[in-house]
């Protein structure tokens, strides 16, 4: 889905010196009220700006390790070959090189916090670096840092509703690259495995409905949810078409090995003559708190977005 933004336009014509002279270090805090608690979002310099926490009545709902596991967005193109996982994989946080330390091959851009929202412009790095594979899959790219940009903007409650974190996003294509597909994990989640409990809304009932491990992407939002329901997140992307655009859909992983689970928020493009460089935004909403509430939030959701 394409869209014209006057942040993105005015930053692509300054010269990244100067965007680095003003740009401060990436910690910041975001909170807003949520029922009895807060919901606290927290970005840190480490992951240029991607979101390392997300807490809400006494429970952390990111499972922040590496630069992967975040709250975070990446893209994965195909170069005109035939597409393979992480192979050409702009990433938000970082690369898979950068591990637990405490610098990201990304870059900052652009940063503006208000209390309860904030912007980002982030220059992704590629996951794997130069000469690195994936399983048996050799990297594409030729760098460590990639010409693609990630706009992203947040804000925790959404009209009435204050348990939805509104969360928007732009991929800006870079030119002087060929692409027929492009897979835009506008959003992930990594969190805790006491989210063991997977679940799918279906918008004509109202209800959630058990959901396998898969793993693999459904077409119906996904909830993750703790035993007893006290703490529960879900993701939903209103419909927004686009040519050559599909999905959302939406995925769920549990890694028992690395004890984390994960969802996502995938959108696809095809264009067997190219692939345009320029911007694809797309919107979601994050929903935390208690399971009935994200379910109700999620009831409320599809009536104001459909």
Known sequence: MKTKLSLLAALLLTPLSALHADVPAGNSTIRGTAGSSEIVITMTTRLTGAIHSLTWNGREFIDSFDHGRQLQSASNLDCGTPISN????????????????????????????EPDAVQTLTQMAFWLAPGEKSGANPAKNTTVLSDHLLTKRVRIGYKTLPHVIAYDVVFSLPIGERHTHAVFEALTGYMPPAFEEFRQFNPKTGELEPLSDGPGEVPLPVVFTVPGGTHAIGIYAPPQPSPNTTGPTYGRFRFRAEKVVKWNCVFRVTDKNGIPPGEYAYRMFVIVGDVNTVRNSLRDLYRMEN
């Open 86 to 113: 992480e192979t050409f994989n702009p990433t938000e946080a970082g690369s898979r090189s950068d591990g637990i330390g405490e610098k990201s091959s990304s870059r900052l851009l652009h940063r503006r916090v």
